[in-house]
């Protein structure tokens, strides 16, 4: 049975930073590419970062610079750093798996899904 579990949302001011994880299960998550997305209140969910299997990551335009996505292999663990955060950064954060997609980041070609975890940034 695959899972995805992500953690590390909490509430933080403007300029603050936290770190996500997203422990998967189920599945062979080295051979997999795994992304971040978010989805604000009344918004699309968005991509976010991806890092591929060889170690190769993307990010979108907005969070370049200021977050950083990893993975452990070894603990079948997602990460995301994110630094500088913004209010514009809150949202429900989700990690996804993906096999064959290099570092897409649309959301439809993710077969893998966790439930989410909250961000919320305050001004």
């Known amino acids: 049975q695959v899972q995805l579990a992500e953690s590390g949302g909490d509430s933080v001011q403007a300029g603050g930073a936290l770190r996500l994880s997203c422990t998967a299960s189920g599945f062979s998550f080295e051979s997999y590419s795994m992304g971040w997305f978010r989805q604000g209140p009344g918004k699309e969910r968005e991509g976010v970062a991806t890092?591929?299997?060889?170690?190769?990551?993307r990010y979108a335009d907005s969070m370049k610079g200021r977050f950083t996505v990893s993975r452990d292999v070894a603990k079948n663990t997602l990460y995301l750093q994110m630094n500088s955060l913004k209010p514009e950064d809150a949202a429900l954060y989700y990690c996804?798996?993906?096999?064959?997609?290099?570092?897409?980041?649309?959301?439809?070609?993710?077969?893998?899904w966790g439930q989410g975890t909250q961000v919320t940034v305050s001004s």
């Open positions: 996804a798996a993906g096999r064959y997609i290099g570092l897409s980041l649309r959301p439809g070609d993710y077969n893998y």
């Open positions: 890092i591929a299997t060889g170690g190769y990551t």
